[in-house]
T-cell receptor
């Protein structure tokens, strides 16, 4: 059974800082690794998806890395802005040959202050 | 492409009542997933459909829960005899067979409160 852990559970940084969110998973036989953003009371927005054979993906100020052997992924946010305040979730579905149901961590709640 | 939609967005009910939620996936998406998210937790998988066939159910899906996807289009999730522990956000996602990485796209969710 896949278990996903995210550290820290909450983070508060001043605007402009660079920051790193961590995600670890117990089973390295993953199909891919996805990072999502969730605003309070809302659904999930996909940020980045890293295929199991890839090491990193970039989108704007976001960069996600994947190290399958150590069971870790990081999400790097550059030059943080108050609009980045949200909960960030990672999901590491197992490569079971089926539809790859997502197994989520509990998330990191980020607050970017002025 | 209008995205995944869910209805209603919020539902308040009394314990013991039945509730039904609807999810409309992105058109041409063959797979549809239901997840449940309680406060402070990540979403947990409940069940998924490929076209109209329900192919997997989590042990979280007790016999009070039933999901359908008639004709392989929209899906409904019904909870019978609701309990306070059913209070959660119910999220729906869809994906397309053969799409790159089987990326799932989520709807806005239905927030259920059981009094």
């Amino acid at each position: 059974k896949q278990e996903v852990t995210q550290i820290p559970a909450a983070l508060s940084v001043p605007e402009g800082e660079n920051l790193v969110l961590n995600c670890s998973f117990t089973d390295s036989a993953i199909y891919n690794l996805q990072w999502f953003r969730q605003d309070p009371g809302k659904g999930l927005t996909s940020l980045l998806l890293i295929q199991s054979s890839q090491r990193e993906q970039t989108s704007g100020r976001l960069n996600a890395s994947l190290d399958k052997s150590s069971g870790r992924s990081t999400l790097y946010i550059a030059a943080s802005q108050p609009g980045d305040s949200a909960t960030y979730l990672c999901a590491a579905p197992l490569n079971t040959g089926t539809a790859s149901k997502l197994t989520f961590g509990t998330g990191t709640r980020l607050q970017v202050t002025l | 492409d209008t995205g995944v939609s869910q209805d209603p967005r919020h539902k308040i009910t009394k314990r013991g009542q039945n509730v039904t939620f609807r999810c409309d996936p992105i058109s041409e998406h063959n797979r549809l997933y239901w997840y449940r998210q309680t406060l402070g937790q990540g979403p947990e998988f409940l069940t998924y459909f490929q076209n109209e066939a329900q192919l997997e159910k989590s042990r979280l899906l007790s016999d009070r829960f039933s999901a359908e996807r008639p004709k392989g289009s929209f899906s409904t999730l019904e909870i019978q005899r609701t309990e306070q522990g059913d209070s959660a956000m119910y999220l729906c996602a869809s994906s397309r067979i053969g799409a790159t990485y089987n990326e799932q796209f989520f709807g806005p969710g239905t927030r259920l409160t059981v009094l």
